[in-house]
């Protein structure tokens, strides 16, 4: 059964950092895609990076150069490190692969 934990996320001021870590079991991060999905309140989930099994990266627009998608396999780990954070960046992140999802974290960018 494939199981998933996101830790990292927390309150941050706008311009800063935050590191966001995926932890699987029962999957083999290392051949499997593997999403982070963002939901705001009243919004829609939204896929925010993936990386895959051979570690080819996907980034929404609205992250691409602020946000990093990499791969520990000895981990198995997925991590998210997000910098120059925006108020518009708040939201709830979600791990996902092989139709699993975790549980969440949440991030919130104020000042």
């Known amino acids: 059964q494939v199981h998933l934990v996101e830790s990292g996320g927390g309150l941050v001021q706008p311009g800063g950092s935050l590191r966001l870590s995926c932890a699987g079991s029962?999957?083999?991060?290392?051949?499997?895609?593997i999403d982070w999905y963002r939901q705001a309140p009243g919004k829609q989930r939204e896929l925010v990076a993936h990386i895959t099994g051979g570690g080819t990266t996907y980034y929404a627009d609205s992250v691409k150069g602020r946000f990093t998608i990499s791969r520990d396999n000895a981990k198995n780990t997925v991590n998210l490190q997000m910098n120059s954070l925006k108020p518009e960046d708040t939201a709830t992140y979600y791990c996902?692969?092989?139709?699993?999802w975790g549980q969440g974290t949440q991030v919130t960018v104020s000042s």
């Open positions: 996902h692969t092989l139709l699993t």
């Open positions: 029962g999957v083999l991060f290392s051949v499997n895609i």
